[in-house]
Every structure is written in structure tokens, then in C-alpha cells.
């Protein structure tokens, strides 16, 4: 299993509260949710399948890093990673092994 770091955001809508998770090691793999449970479940399914993907086409799975590597990559960039309501989360994933896959010629 590797742990990858969620950052979880709250924003109050008209129609109540919303989530928004994503995972600073995979940019662009993000998911909402009506409630943190559901918010979690999205962002582990979006990772499994943000990796198959990476695997099927050949490329490489990104490590895991902690709260402080990203936090400290944030400031060099003038931005911070958490915002006044952010939840930071851990979420195990199956580790995946990079497959070479073969093609017909």
C-alpha cells in the first residue's frame, strides 16, 4: 500500500455544503463530494483509475510525499497549499506495479 496526501476544501453553496478534495502528488485528479465520506471514496476511486491509466499507457506512478514536502514546495511558490478550512487526509492506495506491455506489430 503507498499513503498519498488528500487536501480536502468546504465551500458553502446555496444549496448547502460541498467538498472538494485533491491530491497535490497527481495534479488534475480531483473529486467532490455532499460530505466527507463521500468526498474520500470519489478521490480513492479517482486515483485508482488516474493510475490504471498511467499504467496502461506506459507511464510511471508518481510516489507519495508528505504534509511537509508539499507544504514547503507551496511556499517556494509564493502559494500555500492549505487553505483556512482545509482538511488534509491519508488515503491508502494498492500499490501498482508498472506493467511493460507488449504490441502487436
Do not use: W
Not at 57 to 85: D, N, W
Not at 99 to 105: C, G, L, N, T
Request: net charge negative; charged share 20%; with cysteine.
Amino acid at each position: 500500500m503507498e499513503t498519498y496526501i488528500i487536501i480536502i476544501d468546504q465551500a458553502d453553496i446555496p444549496s448547502g455544503r460541498l467538498y472538494g478534495a485533491f491530491v497535490p502528488d497527481v495534479p488534475g485528479c480531483t473529486a467532490t463530494g455532499k460530505n466527507l465520506d463521500e468526498t474520500l471514496e470519489r478521490i480513492r476511486a479517482a486515483l485508482c483509475a488516474f493510475f490504471r491509466n498511467l499504467q496502461s499507457a506506459g507511464h510511471e506512478i508518481p510516489p507519495p510525499h508528505s504534509l511537509e514536502e508539499h507544504t514547503s514546495l507551496y511556499s517556494v511558490s509564493g502559494e500555500s497549499l492549505l487553505g483556512e478550512q482545509s482538511i488534509v487526509a491519508m488515503v491508502d492506495i494498492p500499490f501498482f506495479q508498472r506493467r511493460h506491455f507488449s504490441r502487436a506489430a
